[in-house]
């Protein structure tokens, strides 16, 4: 909460300099959260030992209260009217969904200044890790508070660069750092104005995809669209890479699973591109793309989804069946482990393949023992099965969001697209679940959520958190055994 407090510094100071009443909204929220922060400090445990049980626990209830507050100063200012539209604009920040439920681009672009920057900052603020950023400044519960890095981190496994974790998460913060930072300079060189460009690298980074623009990126440079595209790929890859490239380990930093994203990236693009020049798919202005502006429309909605950043620079939700498939398929594939991204991860689907693989060997061969291996090294079988079990919770709640939200399908507004009640509802749960943001239909990249009845925004909440933390920190907090002592 006092952390919290601090972020809210950033959208003040930007109210300050724009001259926005906003200011005292965000005043107020700061000082909600000292309040609560200093009560929370009341009466502290002696033992603050941290075990995986309450990693997970303290992850998923902080994840869960600073979205309820961060939801504050939209509400206050009354630029989100309903709290519960807040909340999922929270929530869908914090979590780097980047879905929203404001209705227009139009009105995206009205909004306040400090508000914008408050929903660009709260993807980098989730991008990394709220606790693992904690983490970095403050010594916690000594080597235990691996258990909070492991239930915050993205990916099957988490391992430490460093022996002291304090230190591993201060290397990782800094990377990301230097990697916003870079991306800012980048953009300013293209001509992009400075507000746009902290804003842009904000959710970039963070794989959010927030925007400012009513049209998104289209009215951008051709210069900036690359920047972005890159950008985008950039913060998908898994940041122990980077660290392995500072030290010159170019064989560790090169995993099996930074290649097959790579592969799988430059294959999505390839057949897009020739599937929208094939089809004459038309562009914004109603001429048929070329192959070089196919190509860029195609790479950057790849990177776009892969990232599960959101960003868009064309409405695919008018593009060919083949184009479409492949961008919610990348939807649910990901980006890599150890990145600011979402999806189900790169390395759990190779996990996955080749354990497949390996069953189908031991029914011709039933005496063979094989062992599911990457980058050389064996995956352990608790890894599998751990993987197995977070893929069938993950169905369930998949299942169980999309019949309950069904429901509300017949109650939205379909003028606005082509594809029906079907697509638009499996692509809102594919989007929101994987943390993607745009989807098919009435929330595609023309679209909003905010046509859904507040029960049905309440569930998306749910699966954007469940998406964030890897589904299972979210699903303790419900099994009776974590609240026994």
Excluded at 168 to 195: H, K, N, S
Excluded at 347 to 363: C, F, T, W
Excluded at 411 to 419: A, E, G, K, V
Aim: glycine share 8%; hydrophobic share 55%; aromatic share 12%.
């Amino acid at each position: 909460m006092l952390f919290e407090a601090l972020f809210f510094i950033v959208p003040a100071i930007t109210a300050l300099v724009y001259n926005e009443e906003e200011i005292f909204d965000f005043l107020a929220a700061m000082l909600l959260c000292v309040m609560v922060g200093a009560l929370c400090l009341i009466g502290r445990p002696k033992n603050t030992s941290i075990y995986a049980k309450e990693g997970f626990v303290i992850v998923a209830l902080s994840w869960i209260v600073m979205s309820i507050f961060g939801a504050l100063p939209f509400w206050f200012s009354r630029s989100i009217p309903s709290y519960i539209d807040a909340l999922f604009e929270t929530v869908s920040g914090f979590t780097t969904t980047g879905a929203t439920i404001v209705p227009t681009g139009e009105q995206v672009a009205a909004l306040p200044r400090s508000i914008l920057i408050w929903r660009s900052f709260t993807h980098w603020i989730g991008g990394m890790g709220v606790l693992v950023f904690i983490m970095a400044f403050l010594p916690l519960s000594g080597a235990r508070n691996m258990h909070i890095m492991k239930a915050e981190s993205p990916g099957p496994t988490v391992s430490k660069l460093v022996p002291k974790v304090r230190t591993t998460a201060m290397i990782l913060y800094v990377i990301y750092a230097v990697l916003t930072l870079l991306q800012v300079i980048f953009l300013i060189c293209g001509g992009m104005p400075l507000f746009d460009s902290i804003n842009t690298a904000f959710a970039t980074a963070g794989t959010g995809g927030f925007s400012i623009k009513a049209d998104g990126f289209n009215g951008y440079s051709t210069y900036l669209q690359i920047v972005v595209t890159v950008f985008m790929l950039v913060f998908s890859i898994n940041f122990n890479s980077y660290y392995m490239l500072t030290k010159g380990r170019w064989k560790e930093a090169l995993t099996a699973e930074v290649k097959a994203f790579l592969i799988m990236v430059a294959t999505a693009i390839a057949i897009i591109t020739l599937n929208l020049v094939v089809a004459g798919t038309v562009n914004a202005l109603g001429n048929a793309m070329s192959f070089g502006e196919a190509l860029k429309h195609a790479a950057f909605s790849v990177a776009s989804i892969v990232s599960t950043t959101g960003f868009v620079t064309e409405n695919f939700d008018f593009w060919p069946v083949t184009a479409q498939i492949i961008l919610v398929l990348l939807m649910f594939v990901g980006a890599c482990a150890g990145s600011t991204g979402g999806g189900v991860k790169v390395s759990r689907v190779l996990v996955l393949g080749k354990s497949a693989s390996n069953e189908i060997g031991k029914m011709l061969h039933p005496k063979q023992v094989k062992h599911v291996t990457m980058d050389g090294r064996v995956v352990e079988p608790e890894v599998v099965r751990s993987i197995c079990g977070y893929m069938v919770a993950y169905a369930v709640i998949f299942i169980l969001s999309l019949l309950i939200i069904s429901i509300d399908l017949g109650n939205l507004d379909y003028t606005i697209t082509h594809n029906g009640q079907f697509t638009t509802g499996f692509t809102s749960v594919a989007a929101t679940l994987n943390n993607v943001g745009p989807g098919l239909g009435v929330v595609g990249p023309a679209g909003s959520f905010a046509g859904y009845a507040w029960w049905s925004k309440i569930v998306f909440v749910f699966d954007m958190l469940v998406g964030r933390l890897e589904v299972f920190p979210m699903l303790l907090l419900f099994a009776p055994t974590t609240w026994k002592k």
